[in-house]
């Protein structure tokens, strides 16, 4: 009884297919996945794996065509656009490769915007933004724009803004993807730290391996299925260092 309390995620044979003029693409095909609160996973698989689908489904970005999908006790699959996007902005906070951060506003204007969107009052946005970017160490960087930060730091705005919420869940597509190796093990520092603190459950998707085994939990994905749920992945360089 416990257990079940305990998980944030579960599928129970979750596909999704996409229509290509006369064929059908079958992105996922089955998957069965159990996640549990606190969590830290990334999520591998060669191109086409089926990696960014599921994603997009954890993410309430997109709805399966079949199978089950129960995030935080609530059925996703039978809920409409307005209640997928309360979902989203209620326990889902997304971090992308490219940052996706307002170039003329400040990094305080940037993090608040989703509790604008959510109809904070500008005492509280205030409040709860300076309060994430302290959580990700910018807390003498909230008046900056993005051209006055380093890659590194823009990730960490984007991060603070993903934590602006307390979403249940953190969302990481590819976050190292554009930064090179000092500022990405900056990041990932940022991540070990709020798993350890936050207590949210975190899943990132990575082709990076030496990313990956910062991880407690690797998934791997191949055409379309799980192939392992707990991989074993070596990383030479990553020892050597």
């Known amino acids: 009884m416990d257990a079940t309390r305990d998980l944030v995620i579960m599928t129970r044979g979750l596909t ?42 954890i993410g309430c970005l997109d709805t399966p065509s079949g199978g089950e999908y129960v995030l935080n006790g609530q059925a996703v699959q ?13 326990e889902i906070g997304f971090v992308f490769q490219t940052f996706n951060l307002l170039p003329r506003a400040s990094s305080l204007h940037n993090v608040e915007l989703p509790l604008i969107y959510g ?12 309060e994430a970017l302290r959580m990700v160490d910018l807390g003498d960087r ?9 890659g590194g730091q823009r990730q960490r705005v984007a991060i603070a803004r993903a934590l602006v919420n307390r979403p249940s869940i953190l969302l990481a597509d590819e976050p190292t993807g554009n930064l090179d190796s000092a500022t990405s093990a ?14 949210q459950t975190i899943i990132m998707v990575t082709h990076e391996y030496d990313i990956a085994a910062h991880a407690e939990r690797v998934i791997t994905l191949r055409d379309g299925q799980i192939e392992s749920l707990d991989a074993d992945i070596t990383v030479p360089h990553a020892v050597a260092q």
Do not use: C, W
């Open 16 to 57: 999704k297919d996409y229509q290509m003029g006369s064929e059908t693409v079958h992105a996922l095909r089955g998957v069965d996945l159990e996640i549990r609160r606190n969590e830290y996973i990334a999520v591998m698989g060669p191109s086409g794996s089926g990696k960014s689908t599921l994603m997009n489904l």
């Open 78 to 90: 039978d809920l409409d656009d307005d209640e997928l996007a309360r979902i989203r902005n209620r």
């Open 119 to 130: 109809g904070v009052g500008s005492a509280e946005r205030r409040e709860r933004a300076e």
């Open 186 to 199: 900056e990041i990932m520092a940022v991540f070990e730290h709020l798993h350890k603190n936050s207590g």
């Open 142 to 150: 909230m008046e900056h724009k993005p051209n006055e930060l380093s």
